[in-house]
């Protein structure tokens, strides 16, 4: 359910492409429509990527490129939207004015860093909201901005249908219930919906160091579980192992927001509390392993020649003895049809 700022390795616009996406709209006709929906096609920008192909082209028909240096702000905390903004490259500042009973005034704090492949606006604009925070770019930064009549024209209903779908996997998790409207709504407006094929990796901690690895499985995560919160996922990994295995990835810094009661930082000492650490499972083999041999070798002890026979037969032999033996005692399975006599 977690989600981290991944750089886009997507292919950069030209200058004649920026030159393009600055056309106004009203000025734009079909084949030059056609020819900027193949440019964003082409360079699979990541701010896009979550959209499918036909929102893309719609899109590319509205989408004003603009360029801003260090310093600018972008939005202003209480002004109304106007439009949807999606960051091509660069890193802003997302500032909210919070009253300090210390010096009796209102101050800047900084709550978030938005950078390449992040979008915002588009709460304010389903809700006709003022801006709730001041965005400021730290960097150079390079944007594609949408109207907002062209946000309703094309996003509207994308979003609306994203919101339904988003709202009813909440209502299947006791996480959110306590979740007011607003709350749901932001989720749904961040959060996305993702199908795995079987055996895939989700997620899993890296191996600095080139040795061999053994692989236990330590646990079942099913319908309503939860992970990727902030617990230790050193030596972990996470596989699906059903097909379509479909999750639910809302951004961690949005649950962390709305912590009632440091619900997720108990779920997180859980986590980690039942998970076996690396230490503990490396004990627990050799243990299994000295077993396993301790067992191997009195098995050999009671087959071995010149032993005295007990008269014991195969149908003597409780079942549920025999099944474990036909699996893990090759030993005892090849005297295991000997009929014994005295």
């Known amino acids: 359910m977690a989600s981290e700022s991944v750089t886009s390795k997507s292919q950069k616009l030209t200058t004649s492409m920026k030159g393009l996406l600055r056309v106004p709209v009203y000025q734009r006709d079909k084949e030059l429509s056609e020819i900027l929906s193949k440019v964003l096609d082409t360079t699979r920008m990541q701010c896009l990527d979550r ?69 915002f606006g588009e709460i304010n604009i389903l809700h006709d909201e003022p801006w709730p925070t001041t965005v400021t770019t730290l960097t150079h930064v390079e944007i594609l901005t949408v109207q907002k009549e062209e946000f309703k024209n094309i996003l509207e209903e994308f979003l609306g249908e994203q919101q339904r779908e988003i709202t009813k996997c909440l209502k299947k998790f006791a996480y959110f219930k306590n979740w007011d409207h607003r709350a749901v709504v932001e989720c749904c407006i ?21 040795v061999q690895s053994y692989f236990f499985q330590v646990a079942t995560l099913t319908s309503g579980a939860c992970f990727g919160i902030g617990e ?59 077993w396993v041999k301790s067992r191997r070798k009195y098995l050999e002890s009671l087959i071995k020649p010149g032993r005295p026979f007990t008269g014991l037969t195969e149908a003597e032999t409780p079942y549920f003895i025999r099944l474990e033996s036909d699996i893990e005692n090759p030993i005892f399975n090849r005297a295991k049809f000997i009929t014994l006599e005295k």
Request: proline fraction near 6%; hydrophobic fraction near 35%; charge should be positive.
């Open 51 to 119: 959209y499918p192909e036909n929102v893309r082209q719609s899109l590319s028909s509205s989408a004003m490129f603009y360029y801003f240096p260090p310093g600018r702000v972008l939005v202003s905390e209480g002004h109304p939207s106007v439009a949807m903004y999606f960051i091509l490259s660069g890193q802003a500042s997302v500032t909210k004015l919070v009253f300090d009973p210390g010096i009796k005034k209102y101050k800047s704090v900084e709550v978030a860093v938005m950078s390449a492949g992040e979008s």
């Open 232 to 290: 230790s996922i050193e030596s972990k990994f996470i596989l699906t192992s059903t097909h379509p295995t479909v999750l639910l990835r809302i951004p961690r810094y949005f649950l962390q927001h709305h912590n009632k009661g440091n619900s997720w930082g108990r779920i997180r000492e859980f986590m980690n509390h039942i998970y076996p650490s690396p230490q503990r499972i490396f004990k627990e083999l050799t243990v299994n392993r000295k």
């Open 190 to 210: 961040l959060s996305r919906i993702i199908s795995y094929g079987d055996n895939t990796l989700i997620m899993g901690g890296e191996e600095k160091i080139q």
